[in-house]
């Protein structure tokens, strides 16, 4: 909490006017002998305050406040005198010894209320520095009580929210800033308040709340809770954006080893094993001294299980174990590697692992599902006595565990693969009667029934399914398929051939992707047969047959005052008028000559320059000793010259320079006749004209521009500019002549030579104003020359050298752009976000986030590259590359991720957008709602495209056949023979047609019962 006076907020005017009062005179040396002369009281306090504003170190500050309090402690300065001895401590950070002397400050004469009250609130932010949180809250609670209605009460609510925070007392923080921003508003756009208020929106779960309020924190808190936010709301490409940002611009961050992490953790959570893999191992390479160091081993090994690189996994995990054992990464660490062992199919080492976490972590969570895996691990490799005794086991130990269930069925397995069918059938009956409508419930009824099948008790397999049958919930179940199936085969042995068709036909319609639909639909037409119904037997094996091979598919008065008035309101046409009509009425009068002057002002700024020349050189000959005419002969050469009338504008500048050599306008005069001689290519006159220039008016501003005619006259007269520089080196022309040069060489296209100029001005003129464009443009000769090591060396030189130059943000564009050409495409893309990121609204700036987008696609980190262009939508709407930019992202959410959801969704905002044609939007949204298996929305989207105005549009067939072939799916042959007509109509390409045309009559061949 520690703040400096002048960095507080509104720290308290009453400090502020002191320091104020106190910034006067400079301050006099003090030896603090007796014999020293004490300065009088305004001197001494005045010379206190300047050295207390001007040293960093308030040491003399609080010498000079002592001697005032000394000499005049009666005074009613001295109660602010004291404040200011203990302001000095602070500053100095010695809270102790501030502490004490903000108590005293009562005890002197002078002490307003609002005084004694900044000293209590300093008096608690001395408490809260020293650790003394309780007696800080005291403290503020005590100033909010006394200045309940000045502005120190916002003050001491501010600060007691951040004690409490610093306590964690959040329920106190929520309370306490919910009153300051009652009774002070004006505290909500403090970043710190801003901060704590997401993080009570975050800590409830209100993301969206949560991200207004972190999306005003500029700080790198502000971007990772913003990233944090966007996470726990599944957005974890645009997560990344903000994790990424935070440690572009605050590298140096604590919290920079976290977002790292995140980064990696966010794409792991979205599934994006590559790019996870690849952020997990930059994670570690960059902060091997992280306490999420062994998270981010344990999951560079999660990917690798991911993708099906089981001994890789192991390796990784052995490892880390090694590395940590008895840490408590070791447990899923342990239990990872024992199912890495199982898919390997090494089942004895998986129980070794597992049993590992059982011993050595008994307190884990994970302890129970490694013991759950040694009994699967024995069922798997058929040791079914080891099962059984380990199942009880389990039992006995994890009796209310929720895997109780699970291993319970794996007991009733083991028996029953051991024949002991009454124990089997037990263990089920016992799940099924604790757990129906459970996963665990499903497999034993299942369980349950395929043991009664194996007894051939078939009746004992229908009364047990009827018995728990009225407890079932009609809820999906893979398993429940099966136990459809063994109920259909029960019935069929049983000769109830109608119920057995039944029970096959529940398969067929409820779980037609099951791997006993097959066996199923075998059942029903044997059912029906069974009872002689042959014709409902074969329409019911075409209707499912053809259903399961398909089953897969998937934005008056004074005028001339009058005239004046106008002038200085910008209305030259109005006071032209007036102006005029003054001069027409008072021809002869003594104001004429300002008036002429005025005159000429306005037909200068309406662009009448004639009009104006002519105004002046009236003023000039009719009134050569006016006051005004010196101010008209320049600006009458001035126009001339800006005319091109050079001849005349320098008789005017000679003109000036006799009337009044050492006038307001003598510089003008000779920079001006200067000028003529070198626009009239009298090189020799100018050069001669500009050498008194500088001679006569060194400090003028235009110097450098005369000295630049100089070398501007040698250059075109042929002179040899250079044998000229070589007799006088530090001549002032030398770096501006041969940056023009390296200039002229670049414009023509000889990079090389170009070079070689630029390097000169670096190298021998560094200190030249030349000097930083010298820099840039050397790397951008290297640039152009294809010699991308040296360009990219030389960018970030002039980056390093000159962060504030206008060339910075081109300069950080070509460090992209190189880097990109030359394929080192992940540190292209971050110094193209960081020029976003550091000058967002840039001339470059959006072409590089739009770069960056490319660079990610070339690293195939589709979710960066999502992010990126979704953040270039919303960054720069207006850009041309935004337009079709949904597509694209639509197309990138679809082809690369299998992202349907999010791709169906952009688009619907691309269509919003026109980017695309509904023929080919339609098509792809209808692929993506079927991957979803949404296929009323497939459907509907199809018909979208089937309905644009293209009727051969490829999308447009492509959306009828599959509106065609969903409907032969659903046996909606009417639907299904309308699409291929639409497609036969269009009379499009002629293998389209025949396809059509080939459906329709194996449509027609079947309905005749064919």
């Not at 005029?580 to 002057?597: C, D, H, I, S, Y």
Request: aromatic share 12%; charged share 25%.
């Amino acid at each position: 909490m520690k703040r400096h006076p002048a960095a507080r907020r509104p720290a308290a005017p009453v400090l502020l006017a002191l320091t104020a009062l106190l910034a006067f005179a400079a301050a006099p040396a003090f030896a603090g002998d007796d014999d020293a002369v004490v300065p009088n009281e305004d001197a001494l306090w005045r010379a206190a305050g300047d050295t207390f504003a001007g040293d960093a170190d308030k040491g003399n500050a609080l010498q000079q406040y002592q001697l005032y309090l000394t000499h005049y402690k009666k005074t009613d300065r001295a109660a602010r005198a004291q404040y200011m001895v203990a302001e000095c401590y602070f500053c100095n950070g010695d809270y102790d010894t501030a502490l004490r002397e903000y108590d005293r400050v009562g005890k002197f004469k002078g002490g307003d209320p609002f005084l004694l009250g900044s000293a209590l609130l300093r008096r608690g932010e001395c408490q809260f520095n020293l650790g003394k949180r309780e007696r800080a809250l005291e403290t503020f609670t005590q100033l909010l009580q006394q200045s309940a209605d000045s502005f120190l009460a916002g003050e001491a609510l501010f600060a007691m929210g951040q004690t409490q925070a610093s306590l964690q007392d959040w329920r106190s923080v929520e309370k306490t800033y919910k009153q300051l921003l009652a009774d002070r508003p004006g505290y909500q756009k403090l970043p710190q308040v801003q901060f704590v208020l997401g993080l009570f929106a975050y800590v409830k779960e209100d993301y969206e709340e949560a991200t207004q309020h972190f999306d005003k924190v500029d700080t790198d808190l502000g971007l990772y809770y913003l990233g944090r936010c966007l996470e726990a709301t599944g957005q974890y490409i645009l997560a990344v954006q903000r994790y990424r940002q935070a440690l572009r611009l605050y590298p140096d961050s604590p919290l920079a080893d976290d977002a790292a992490f995140s980064v990696a953790e966010a794409f792991y959570n979205s599934n994006q094993n590559k790019v996870a893999a690849r952020s997990y191992r930059d994670f570690l390479e960059a902060y091997p001294e992280s306490k999420f160091v062994p998270m981010a081993r344990y999951k560079q090994a999660c990917v690798d299980y991911r993708s099906g690189e089981y001994n890789e996994c192991v390796n990784k995990l052995e490892d880390l174990c090694k590395d940590l054992g008895g840490e408590p990464i070791c447990a899923p660490a342990n239990y990872l590697m024992g199912s890495a062992w199982m898919a390997l199919g090494r089942t004895s080492h998986a129980i070794f692992a597992f049993t590992e976490v059982v011993k050595g972590y008994p307190d884990s969570e994970l302890a129970s599902a490694a013991m759950h895996k040694v009994v699967y691990a024995y069922i798997a490799e058929k040791n079914y006595p080891q099962a059984v005794l380990m199942a009880h086991e389990f039992l006995d130990i994890f009796p209310g565990d929720p895997l109780a269930a699970r291993v319970q069925v794996l007991l009733g397995y083991a028996h029953k693969e051991l024949q002991e069918y009454d124990l089997a059938v037990r263990e089920f009956q016992n799940v099924m009667d604790r757990h129906v409508n459970t996963d665990a419930g499903e497999r034993a009824l299942f369980l349950a029934t395929d043991t009664y099948l194996k007894l051939e008790q078939y009746d004992r397999l229908i009364t047990n399914y009827h018995f728990i049958a009225n407890r079932l919930l009609p809820t999906p179940s893979p398993w429940r398929a099966r136990t459809y199936y063994q109920l259909g085969e029960a019935y069929y042995h049983e000769g109830l051939f109608r119920e057995a068709g039944g029970m096959y036909r529940l398969v067929l319609t409820g779980y037609p992707r099951s791997e006993v639909a097959a066996a199923s639909l075998q059942g029903l037409v044997a059912s029906y047969s069974q009872i002689g119904e042959y014709d409902l037997a074969l329409e019911e094996q075409e209707k499912f047959l053809f259903e399961l091979a398909n089953s897969d598919s998937e934005e008056g008065g004074n005028s001339l005052a009058l005239g004046s008035l106008y002038f200085n309101q910008h209305d030259y046409q109005k006071a032209l008028e007036e102006i005029t009509k003054f001069l027409e009425r008072n021809p002869e009068g003594p104001q004429v000559a300002a008036a002429l002057l005025n005159q000429g002002d306005c037909f200068y700024r309406l662009q009448y320059y004639e009009n104006a020349v002519e105004a002046w050189q009236k003023l000039v000959t009719s009134y050569p000793r006016a006051g005004e005419a010196g101010e008209a002969l320049y600006r009458l050469a001035d126009t001339q010259f800006g005319l091109a009338r050079f001849e005349e504008a320098r008789a005017s500048y000679l003109a000036l320079q006799k009337r009044d050599p050492d006038g307001p306008h003598a510089a003008d005069a000779a920079f001006g006749l200067a000028n003529c001689h070198y626009n009239q290519q009298q090189d020799q006159a100018a050069i001669t004209a500009f050498q008194s220039f500088v001679e006569g008016f060194p400090d003028d501003p235009r110097v450098e521009d005369a000295e630049l005619g100089i070398q501007s006259c040698y250059y075109r007269s042929g002179k040899d500019m250079e044998e000229y520089l070589g007799n006088r080196p530090d001549s002032p022309l030398a770096g501006d002549y041969y940056w023009t040069k390296g200039q002229n060489l670049f414009a023509e296209g000889n990079y090389e030579a170009a070079a070689k100029a630029f390097e000169k001005v670096t190298l021998d003129y560094a200190d030249s104003e030349s000097a930083p464009g010298a820099l840039f443009y050397l790397a951008e000769s290297y640039y152009r020359l294809e010699q991308m090591p040296m360009a990219l060396a030389g960018y970030r030189n002039f980056l390093k050298t000159n962060p504030d130059h206008e060339l910075v943000g081109l300069s950080r564009f070509r460090e992209g752009t190189v880097l990109y050409k030359t394929e080192q495409y992940e540190e292209a893309a971050e110094a193209y976000e960081y020029l976003v990121d550091t000058m967002p609204a840039g001339e470059y700036s959006p072409l590089a986030l739009f770069n960056a987008g490319l660079c990610y696609q070339e690293l195939e980190d589709w979710p960066s590259a999502i992010g990126t262009l979704i953040r270039f939508q919303a960054d720069y709407p207006d850009d041309e590359r935004a337009k079709g930019l949904s597509f694209q992202i639509a197309t990138l959410y679809q082809d690369e991720l299998g992202d349907y959801e999010n791709a169906a969704k952009t688009y619907s905002k691309a269509l919003e957008k026109g980017e695309a044609g509904i023929e080919e939007i339609g098509y792809r949204q209808g692929q993506c709602y079927e991957k979803l298996d949404r296929i009323e929305q497939a459907v509907a989207s199809y018909e979208m495209s089937a309905s644009g105005a293209d009727a051969a549009a490829p999308h447009r067939i492509a959306s009828l056949a599959q509106i065609g072939q969903i409907s032969e799916e659903r046996g909606d042959w009417n639907a299904a023979v309308q699409a291929y007509n639409r497609i036969v109509q269009t009379n499009g390409k002629p293998e389209w047609t025949a396809m059509a045309e080939g459906r329709l009559a194996e449509i027609q061949a079947m309905s005749a019962g064919n």
